[in-house]
Nanobody
Framework: QVQLVESGGGLVQAGGSLRLSCVAS????????MGWFRQAPGKEREFVAA????????PFADSVKGRFTISRDNAKNTVYLQMNSLRPEDTAVYYC???????????????????WGQGTQVTVSS
């Protein structure tokens, strides 16, 4: 089993930045594709970004392209989401997710991920 714990959320003004971290435990996830999703109040959870085990493939949702970056430090079993130029519409609970050990290709669908964190709240004030 893989446990994921997110951190780094908080309250920030529009235009500001935050960096989310997701630390994995239980197994080494260096070969797992990892993803970030978010869920705003009253809305369904949506894809934000993902990263392959090798960090070569990094798809992003159109809404965050050019503002968010994703990276990973396999030595620390950690994935990061750097969020810049934040907007009020980025307000949501952000979830980290991991695919299984045989799935190193990042996907944009929730159902392709096997492990999920509890989420961290990001609130962007206008």
């Amino acid at each position: 089993q893989v446990q994921l714990v997110e951190s780094g959320g908080g309250l920030v003004q529009a235009g500001g930045s935050l960096r989310l971290s997701c630390v994995a435990s239980g197994r080494t996830v260096s070969r797992y594709a990892m993803g970030w999703f978010r869920q705003a109040p009253g809305k369904e959870r949506e894809f934000v970004a993902a990263i392959s085990g090798s960090s070569v493939i990094t798809p992003f949702a159109d809404s965050v392209k050019g503002r968010f970056t994703i990276s990973r430090d396999n030595a620390k079993n950690t994935v990061y989401l750097q969020m810049n130029s934040l907007r009020p519409e980025d307000t949501a609970v952000y979830y980290c997710a991991a695919r299984g050990p045989s799935n190193a290709t990042p996907r944009t669908r929730e159902r392709d991920y096997d492990y999920w964190g509890q989420g961290t709240q990001v609130t962007v004030s206008s």
